[in-house]
């Protein structure tokens, strides 16, 4: 893999798009909910991508305006503010979907959410660890917790989300972003915490 590439894949597949690219994937893979109607599926779509896509990236934006802040938000004091307001969307995420009286897989995933974020949040004083591999993690927790809950078994989906994790934390040791215990702890927590939240809700 070259730079470059590193570079593309770290792009498209960033954390504030990864539960968006998450969640049309488990739409689509043979679960109980994916049978929901068009209209409701583009409903919750919106929700996700506004509160876990849009927010946090016009919160980047604005921040953008200090000349001092750093897009790739390697210094600390950058990475706590966008973890604590993504946190902060992520449960606005949740209380539109409770208000809907949506799926509890979609509610539950977000709260859950918010505990990995604010998790990342506090082991970054300390650490820095990968936000892009933690979302990863989130996304395959899911899909196996649902998939042994539902004895469905959504092979392509699986196959596509150990892939682009695979694919992905090797673009961040390339890029030099993180070593391999960073990116083995990042996608761990998103896994351990989303996993056993989704199993058992």
């Known amino acids: 893999m070259t730079t470059k590439i590193a570079k593309i894949i770290s792009v498209l597949f ?3 798009l990864v539960p968006t690219l998450g969640f049309l994937l488990l739409l689509n893979s043979g679960f109980y909910f994916s049978m929901i109607s068009w209209e ?3 409903f919750v ?10 927010l946090p990236l016009l919160t980047a934006a604005i921040m953008a305006l200090n000349p001092k802040f750093d897009l790739s938000v390697d210094r ?3 990475r706590i503010v966008l973890f604590l307001f993504s946190s902060v969307f992520y449960y606005l995420g949740y209380l539109i979907m409770n208000r809907m009286k949506a799926f509890p897989v979609f509610k539950v995933f977000l709260v859950a959410s918010v505990l990995v974020i604010i998790i990342l949040l506090i082991v970054s004083f ?4 990968s936000s892009h591999m933690a979302a990863l993690g989130s996304i395959s927790g899911t899909l196996f917790a649902l998939s ?8 392509w989906a699986l196959v596509t989300v150990i892939l682009v994790s695979g694919a992905v934390g090797t673009s961040r040791l390339l890029l030099g972003k993180h070593d391999i215990w960073q990116v083995v702890a990042g996608y761990s927590t998103g896994f351990a915490i989303l996993y056993p939240a989704i199993y058992f809700s």
């Open 14 to 16: 960033h954390p504030v």
């Open 148 to 155: 042994f809950r539902s004895g469905i078994n959504p092979v």
């Open 126 to 129: 300390k650490w820095k660890i």
């Open 76 to 78: 600390l004091k950058d």
């Open 45 to 54: 779509l919106l929700v996700f991508i506004f509160t876990t896509g849009v």
């Open 40 to 42: 409701a599926k583009r």
